[in-house]
């Protein structure tokens, strides 16, 4: 469950600064994933890997 709050926290983050580039979107993503998996307590190299995936989805979107 906490590793879906955190991925929906990072999409929407994400999607929030618009026009980001696929880079940029995972840069953005894999820190704060590794942020929010230190603050709960959780792995934060596979935090980093989740929020760079998926910050580089969303920037790819965006930057459309």
């Known amino acids: ?26 840069a953005i993503g894999g820190a704060g994933g590794a942020g929010i998996a230190a603050a709960t307590g959780g792995d934060v190299r596979q935090g980093a890997a989740v929020g760079g995936v998926g910050g580089a989805v969303v920037g790819t979107v965006v930057d459309d």
């Open 1 to 26: 469950m906490k590793k879906l709050l955190a991925t929906t926290m990072l999409l929407a983050a994400a999607g929030s600064l618009g026009a980001c580039s696929t880079l940029r979107g995972a």
